[in-house]
């Protein structure tokens, strides 16, 4: 039986690609990720279907910053699809802006906070100000929800500090960089499985290749949607 905790992330090159994941899951998985390498293999026009057709929940991963004038029309126009989930940067006049292009809709705009590729080093080399990651992902989580985010993207190394905030009540944390025991840790850097990050506050977290690249793609998402059960 599916979750929509789980989201399984389309990390595909095109709509063939993505069908074929999706084909093999089946009825497991009820809700989907659609990101920017998917977008110019017809990622959009995927989404509509899986969505119209397929009866399937839909998370837009586009992380959009932009001025405010241009995050507000490409909301607009996104909005028009009936999609569930769609991801811009943190900063709070891009989160306004975002909440009022989606005004009209049910599109939930989720914040994201610092992706979880990335540690300490990597923000020196970007010129974050100084401070421990977790507490900086937390004051960006703060600042989203006050701008009217619907929820943010954070690891889960940082959900049970979020959940603690008085401005996450009814808010949503969706949780990427999730990893079961044993997988391939790939480009992520601040990670735990998928019991811990449900455990710590999530709602919902994102997991792509240890399900796609799998052997067995349905028996891996199954492994995963039993442990979320479990909490």
């Given at each position: 039986m599916s979750d929509d905790r789980l989201i399984v992330a389309l990390d595909a090159p095109n709509i063939?690609?993505?069908?074929?994941?999706?084909n093999k899951l089946g009825a497991t998985v009820s809700f989907y990720k659609i990101g920017l390498g998917m977008l110019t293999g017809g990622g959009l026009a995927l989404a509509d279907e899986l969505k119209q057709e397929h009866n399937k929940r839909i998370f837009l991963d586009l992380k959009?910053?932009?001025?405010g004038a241009t995050v507000e029309a490409?909301?607009?126009?996104i909005a028009k699809y009936e999609l569930d989930f769609l991801t811009v940067h943190g900063d709070p006049n891009v989160v306004k802006a975002a909440k009022e292009g989606a005004s009209v809709s049910n599109l939930k705009i989720l914040a994201v906070t610092i992706l979880t590729s990335l540690d300490r080093e990597d923000l020196d080399a970007n010129l974050y100000k100084p401070g421990n990651t977790n507490d900086l992902v937390v004051e960006r989580a703060d600042?989203?929800?006050?701008?009217?985010?619907?929820?943010?993207?954070?690891?889960p190394l940082e959900s049970k500090k979020i959940r603690d905030l008085e401005s996450s009540a009814g808010k949503?944390?969706?949780?990427?960089g999730v990893r079961p025991k044993g997988a391939d840790l790939g480009d992520q850097k601040r990670i735990s499985t998928?019991?811990?990050?449900?455990?710590?506050?999530?709602?919902?977290i994102v997991v792509g290749r240890p399900i796609a690249q799998s052997a067995n793609p349905k028996m891996a998402a199954q492994n995963i949607l039993a442990e979320i059960q479990e909490c």
């Open positions: 063939i690609a993505g069908m074929d994941i999706v959009l910053f932009d001025i490409a909301v607009k126009g600042l989203a929800f006050q701008a009217g985010a619907d929820g943010v993207v954070a690891s949503l944390i969706v949780t990427p998928p019991g811990e990050a449900i455990k710590n506050g999530s709602n919902h």
